[in-house]
């Protein structure tokens, strides 16, 4: 169209500035419920962020309990331990006595 008259670039012009008006418009309209749907998802993205971390502690608290009753049965395991090497001193030194034979 290297050819255009003055009336068609005015129509071209008048159509381009309608365009972009209603473009401008549309975007008004827009960008409010955008920046408001963008709000939900950091709202919505804290709380996952807030879950998470309740979870995270929820597993730590698990785990020094876990910790603690792990201990506690090392420590009851060495009592066990020790009792029934206890008792095996005492059984040999009765069959000992009983044998009539000294102790070592």
Known sequence: MPHESASEKLANN????MVSRF???GATVMLPIAVGGM???LNRNITNQDEIARKVD???D???ETNANVKLVQQIL?????????HEA???????????TPPH
Not at 14 to 17: C, D, K, Y
Not at 78 to 86: E, F, K, P, R
Not at 90 to 100: C, I, K, S, Y
């Open 78 to 86: 060495t009592i066990q331990g020790t009792m029934l090497a206890d």
């Open 39 to 41: 709000g939900w998802l």
């Open 58 to 60: 929820t597993i730590r």
């Open 23 to 25: 473009a401008m418009i």
């Open 90 to 100: 005492r059984v040999r030194l009765l069959e000992n006595v009983t044998r009539g």
């Open 14 to 17: 008048a159509m381009l500035t």
């Open 62 to 64: 698990n785990s020094f």
